[in-house]
Nanobody, 124 residues
Framework: VQLQASGGGLVQAGGSLTLSCAAS????????MAWFRQAPGQEREFVAG???????SYADSVKGRFTISRDNAKNTVDLQMISLKPEDTAVYYC???????????????????WGRGTQVTVSS
């Protein structure tokens, strides 16, 4: 399985960005997918996740501002981000959990595959 994230960049506070992650591999369609982020000096944290049937989960800090979606035909997962804040600045990673059991997991250790990350910088 390979994951390729794109769409990061520099945006002013209040602006918007959409991140996209393209996945390859036979396990993708049965997997749960998520976005994590990591700011300098901080631990990697869960941002949003989407299950096989489109169920979603969000960190409290992004609820109402971020929307995660997946296209099983294209094997992609997008993260639409609006009303961005300087504290959203981080490297964003897409991740894939191929385990069949359980729902969307909120901890990084549950995800077996990771993309390289894309930088999102929000200026004040």
């Amino acid at each position: 399985v390979q994951l390729q994230a794109s769409g990061g960049g520099l945006v002013q506070a209040g602006g918007s960005l959409t991140l996209s992650c393209a996945a390859s591999g036979r396990a993708v369609r049965i997997s749960k997918m998520a976005w994590f982020r990591q700011a300098p000096g901080q631990e990697r944290e869960f941002v949003a996740g989407v299950g096989r049937i489109g169920d979603t989960s969000y960190a409290d800090s992004v609820k109402g501002r971020f929307t995660i979606s997946r296209d099983n035909a294209k094997n992609t997962v997008d993260l639409q981000m609006i009303s961005l804040k300087p504290e959203d600045t981080a490297v964003y990673y897409c991740a894939l959990d191929i385990t069949a059991s359980g729902g969307i997991k909120l901890y990084a250790g549950a995800y077996e595959y990771w993309g390289r990350g894309t930088q999102v910088t929000v200026s004040s």
